[in-house]
């Protein structure tokens, strides 16, 4: 029900400066994390689908990423490290003990990565369509010097500002969803792509997008190191994918699904944002998932 959604503000500090992040709180329950994918046009909002249907059994949290989401983005030099002491904050003062973290893209690769430190931080982990290397860098093969320069043309208040705005466009935003985010053609358009496209232009917002672009919010620039932070993690997990996702980033995920006890499900249909998408097939996974383990408990 509509009206068992709690919407919420969290103020994070972090290099002296006070962040606003969005959070959202329905349902009843054991506790379970959402956090969504790093990108343009991403937020907690992309969950909402999913975390509806997640409600019936579960207290379910979703939270925005510090320098992303739908809230005034200050500049900030968002890396890793930061992305990472907001997990532990997370899991520290807002969901103690989580019955499971649910990450998408680039926020299951930042989970990944926050297990390279604290191994037993959650007892499930559902990882879907987890992504570990930003777009520029899958498509050069590698971190190049140049990406830094293009950082820093993106963060000049006007020539930067103006840059951004071609590269929010209608045209590219329904570009870059049908090649990579959306499996359906058309799906973002009339309501959707307003959302995203306000999503994409708020206040501050190249600042970050452009540093996912760019790899500079990478969780890993190997996979070895990512396919090792995951082995080293003591919780149960599920990759969930699809046969539709871009190839690269595809052969990233199946090499977390040839891990010892983690468990793969590939869905018939769905890319990049299979959870926004097709919700009702994730949450199916999700739940057949979460069900099967606890028999084994």
């Excluded at 053609?185 to 959707?192: A, D, I, M, Q, T």
């Excluded at 500079?216 to 070895?224: G, I, K, L, S, T």
Aim: with cysteine; glycine share 10%.
């Amino acid at each position: 029900m509509e009206s068992d959604v709690t919407e919420e503000t969290l103020h994070w500090t972090w290099g002296g400066m006070t962040i606003e992040v969005g959070m959202t709180r329905r349902g009843q329950g054991p506790e379970v994390l959402l956090l969504p994918a790093l990108s343009s046009i991403s937020t907690r909002h992309e969950m909402d689908a999913l975390q509806a249907g997640l409600t019936e059994r579960f207290t379910t949290v979703s939270v925005d990423w510090p320098g992303f989401g739908d809230r005034p983005r200050p500049f900030m030099e968002a890396e890793p490290g930061m992305l990472t002491a907001f997990i532990d904050y997370l899991l520290d003062e807002v969901v103690f003990l989580p019955e499971m973290i649910i990450a998408a893209g680039h926020g299951a690769g930042m989970v990944i990565r926050h297990l390279e430190q604290h191994p037993d931080a959650a007892d499930r982990l559902v990882l879907i369509a987890p992504t570990w290397r930003g777009p520029l860098p899958t498509m050069a093969g590698e971190h190049k010097p140049w990406f830094g320069h293009l950082r820093a043309w993106f963060d000049r208040p006007v020539i930067g500002a103006g840059i951004y705005r071609l590269n929010v466009s209608n045209w590219f935003l329904r570009r870059m969803a049908g090649e990579h985010v959306y499996d359906t053609p058309n799906w973002l358009s009339g309501e959707r792509l307003a959302a995203k496209r306000q999503v994409a232009r708020t206040p501050g917002a190249r600042h970050g997008s452009i540093r996912f672009v760019t790899g500079a919010v990478d969780p890993f620039n190997r996979r070895e190191a990512c396919v090792a932070a995951l082995k080293g993690a003591s919780a149960r997990t599920l990759v969930i994918m699809s046969e539709r996702m871009p190839p690269r980033s595809r052969a990233e995920m199946k090499a977390l699904g040839t891990l010892p006890g983690i468990d793969m499900v590939s869905l018939p249909h769905g890319r990049l944002s299979v959870h926004e998408e097709y919700p009702d097939e994730v949450l199916s996974a999700i739940l057949a998932w979460h069900d099967r383990a606890g028999q084994h408990e």
